[in-house]
């Protein structure tokens, strides 16, 4: 079966600028989840969503990162007047409870110059 | 300040040998744990995982240790093969449920 997509695998943009990251969990996975991978670093949690439940914003690091889940399924995330130290490979992942297991997908890499 | 804590950046290993990753973690509270491998341009993979109930967890060639009182859990892998050369991530669940907390990844080459 398909398994956690992104789009677009690559995305380079000019400080300031706005961009949008797409995901696709896995049919059927309820739980979504963002994370981001700076250079050098483990991955940092962003963003989860759960249903139809408010979702858990507590990791997105300013009020220009947003997150949305359309239909409980494809999700965006939005970064709005990037800056440099954006820069970082962004992973969705799904699963098909919140507590099991996650599955990733293989990331989108932003480069804000 | 980190919750996860991998301190080797990166191991090296001969084919056949053990592979030994280590992790600690300073929340006492965590009660699941998990290993992810990753290799270039692709996401993590799933590995292996471990309830704070249970000190050890064996799946195939990988087997998980977890010493509650020290914080601290393990990764082996025996035999070592070339195809495990990847990045090892271990992870924490966050108490609610909602997130995995990582760590920064050990990096392993296994040379045939």
């Known amino acids: 079966g398909a398994g956690v997509s992104q789009s677009p695998s690559n995305k380079v943009t000019e400080k300031g600028k706005d961009v949008e990251l797409r995901c696709d969990p896995i049919s059927g996975h309820t739980a979504l989840y963002w994370y981001r991978q700076s250079l050098g670093q483990g991955l940092e949690f962003l963003i989860y969503f759960q249903g139809n439940s408010a979702p858990d914003k507590s990791g997105l690091p300013s009020d220009r990162f947003s997150a949305e889940r359309t239909g409980g399924s494809v999700s965006t995330l939005t970064i709005q007047r990037t800056q440099q130290e954006d820069s970082a490979v962004y992973l969705c992942a799904s699963s098909p409870l919140p507590y099991n297991e996650q599955f990733f997908g293989p990331g989108t890499r932003l480069t804000v110059l | 300040d980190q919750q996860v804590k991998q301190n080797s950046p990166s191991l090296s290993v001969q084919e056949g040998r053990i592979s030994i990753l280590n992790c600690d973690y300073t929340n006492s509270m965590f009660d699941y744990f998990l290993w992810y491998k990753k290799y270039p341009a692709e996401g993590p993979t799933f590995l292996i995982s471990?309830?704070?109930?249970?000190d050890k967890n064996e799946d195939g060639r990988f087997t998980v240790f977890l010493n509650k009182s020290a914080k601290h859990l393990s990764l082996h892998i025996v035999p070592s093969q070339p195809g495990d050369s990847a990045v090892y991530f271990c992870a924490a669940r966050n108490q609610a449920g909602t997130a995995l907390i990582f760590g920064k990844g050990t990096t392993l080459s296994v040379s045939s």
């Open positions: 471990i309830s704070s109930i249970k």
